[in-house]
């Protein structure tokens, strides 16, 4: 894949557990905040966002939370199933009107049977 | 479901060669970037291109990066002067008037 993840933290959980994937984005104006799922050899499949003048958002089976106060993301995944199984990003917008992403390092989510 | 599509999914390379990746975004897509990933590393911002022009770029999208939209439907990525470092995954990603990014699956580059 193309997150080797030599470097990745990796969260190990059962099948049937709740996950839970954090993040600590970088800077404080941004306003708008997603995760991403990247499957081997395969680009970044988005998953849920969430805007800065909220703090919980909910998916199916997903939920992302947001703490401004200490810069913190997280995404909490229900009922977790083996085809969770991938590397997490958290990517945040700067508010250039762009939508320039800065992404996060990744967290590598292995799911057993 | 609308996806995006880019081309070719593998290229490899010589240095010093150029090298162009297509991308054809969702059809109704107004505001499309390039991104980067190098193996093992994060996903990296190159450029934003939003009515026939660039709108912003990152520190690596240098001269010997271009972007162009030539007929309305493919948005491509040229890379002038291939070096060993520019081997990575690059993706396609596009926007329409809600903000979410989706991301095409990508072209690994390998410059020998």
């Known amino acids: 894949g193309e997150s080797v993840g030599l470097h990745l933290p990796t969260l190990s959980v059962q099948e049937g557990d709740n996950s839970i994937i954090n993040c600590a984005y970088s800077n404080s104006a941004s306003d708008y905040f997603i995760w991403y799922k990247q499957e081997s050899g395969k680009g970044p499949q988005f998953i849920i966002d969430?805007?800065?003048?909220?703090d919980k958002r909910q998916g199916q089976r997903v939920t992302v939370l947001l703490n401004k106060t200490v810069k913190h993301l997280s995404l909490q995944i229900a009922a977790t199933q083996p085809g969770d199984s991938a590397v997490y990003f958290c990517?945040?917008?700067?508010?250039?009107?762009?939508?320039?992403?800065?992404f996060g390092t990744g967290t590598r989510l292995l799911v057993s049977p | 479901e609308p996806e995006v599509t880019q081309t070719p999914s593998h290229q490899v390379t010589q240095m010093g060669q150029e090298v162009i990746l297509r991308c054809v975004p969702i059809s109704n897509h107004l505001y499309f970037y390039w991104y980067r990933q190098i193996l093992g590393q994060k996903v990296e911002f190159l450029v934003s291109f939003y009515n026939n022009e660039i709108s912003e770029k990152s520190e690596i999208f240098d001269d010997q990066f271009s972007v162009e939209r030539p007929d309305g439907s493919n948005f491509t990525l040229k890379i002038r002067s291939t070096k060993l470092e520019d081997s990575a995954m690059y993706f396609c990603?596009?926007?329409?008037?809600?903000?979410?990014?989706?991301f095409g699956p990508g072209t690994r580059l390998l410059v020998l």
């Open positions: 990603a596009g926007t329409g008037v809600q903000e979410t990014q989706y």
């Open positions: 990517a945040e917008n700067f508010n250039t009107g762009f939508q320039k992403l800065v």
């Open positions: 969430i805007r800065s003048n909220m």
